[in-house]
């Protein structure tokens, strides 16, 4: 079965040479690899060319969308791996294991695995973490999803005739993983083989990941809410299953809520506080009420660490499910400091895209879209 593994990038990543030379090499001798480049650097391009590859190269920023269906225009194989230029495949079958997992499958996402030992990538593992059991559930559960992380996934060429060419969109896996679940694309998730995932080199790199992240989510939540509030509806439990586990600041920030007592209480303490200073006799009267906001204080403190290790152990067995790391000290600080960063970041992309209306996203381009060529059969 020949396999047509699809590479978009934009100007040429670092990790690009070092993939393409890993799917070469690769021991499945029925392959091909395009490589789509936008404003590619003249040093990859020379070493591109020295390898046996379509290399199709564009000298505008045409978007990832586009680089993908222009790829796609010119596979020849029965199955297409997508794959981006920041993931290393784990070894030489990988190829040959993606062919035999397929079988019987039309869609499929790829384990990711996180690498590096910085702060930063300890926190971006858990929410792959998140990512990685969540269309495990979905694949044991469904044997369809509604969205996958886009750096690796893989789809037959029937399942592409049956889809369509990717739509622009800023989260164009979730919007083609959606459209995968209505034409009834039967689904899978496959643990091994799997890809080695880079996380964002910078903090100021992660943030700008994030916020068009959340902004092609809520786009994506706009656009299709029907149909997400029609699989609410049809699967309850398994929604708000999969909604708590990849939002684990649901419940913290919910005990914060539960410490923010009314503002009038804490001004009346203020006030109470004041008067005890010259009449000591209003100083019970303001025992009593400090009582009061220091019970809805350890009464949040409480629920966020019961919380806490609850999630430990769901994440746990998690992590153990799909093969991947767990450590109580990273989770700590994953759960308590950067899951409600992210949350909270989540949470401003819904307000920017449903209240003020924008919907743009700096450094990402998103091309307009073809009626034409969205429905053109591959």
């Not at 070469?24 to 003249?42: A, G, L, M």
């Not at 399942?159 to 995968?180: M, Q, W, Y």
């Not at 001004?267 to 019970?295: E, R």
């Not at 994440?315 to 790391?325: D, H």
Request: hydrophobic share 50%.
């Amino acid at each position: 079965m020949k396999v047509s593994v699809i590479i978009p990038s934009y100007g040429g990543g670092r990790r690009l040479l070092q993939l393409v030379d890993h799917l070469v090499n690769n021991n499945h001798k029925e392959k091909e690899v395009i490589v789509v480049i936008d404003q590619p650097r003249p040093e990859v391009v020379k070493e591109l060319r020295k390898k046996p590859v379509k290399l199709i190269l564009r000298d505008e920023r045409g978007g990832k969308v586009t680089a993908l269906n222009e790829a796609v225009k010119q596979a020849t194989g029965d199955i297409f791996i997508f794959l981006d230029d920041d993931v290393v495949p784990n070894g030489n079958g990988f190829i040959e294991g993606i062919v035999e997992k397929m079988n019987g499958y039309h869609v499929a996402e790829i384990r990711k695995v996180i690498i590096g030992k910085s702060l930063l990538a300890r926190m971006v593992h858990y929410d792959y973490v998140g990512y990685n059991y969540g269309n495990y559930l979905f694949w044991k559960h469904l044997k369809r999803c509604v969205g996958f992380n886009g750096a690796a996934f893989v789809l037959t060429r029937e399942g592409v005739k049956r889809v369509g060419s990717f739509k622009p969109a800023v989260a164009e896996d979730l919007e083609f993983g959606l459209r995968t679940f209505l034409a009834g694309l039967d689904f899978r998730y496959i643990i091994t083989p799997y890809v080695y995932n880079d996380p964002p080199p910078s903090w100021r790199d992660w943030f700008k990941q994030r916020v068009r992240w959340a902004v092609g989510a809520a786009l994506w939540v706009k656009d299709h809410w029907r149909v997400l509030a029609r699989l609410i509806m049809q699967n309850p439990v398994f929604a708000m299953l999969i909604l708590l586990f990849l939002l684990p600041s649901l419940i913290t920030l919910s005990a914060a809520l539960l410490a923010n007592t009314n503002l009038m209480d804490k001004i009346a303490l203020l006030v109470l506080l004041s008067i005890s200073s010259f009449h000591p006799g209003f100083i019970p009267i303001a025992a009593a009420l400090s009582y009061k906001l220091l019970y809805a204080l350890i009464k949040a403190v409480i629920i966020s660490v019961i919380s806490y290790f609850a999630y430990s152990i769901f994440y746990y067995q998690a992590a153990k499910r799909v093969k991947l790391r767990f450590n109580p000290l990273d989770f700590a600080i994953y759960f308590f400091v950067y899951s409600p960063l992210w949350f909270l970041m989540l949470l401003s992309g819904f307000i920017r895209v449903f209240v003020f209306r924008r919907t743009t996203v700096s450094d990402w381009v998103v091309p307009e879209e073809d009626e034409e060529e969205s429905e053109k059969p591959v």
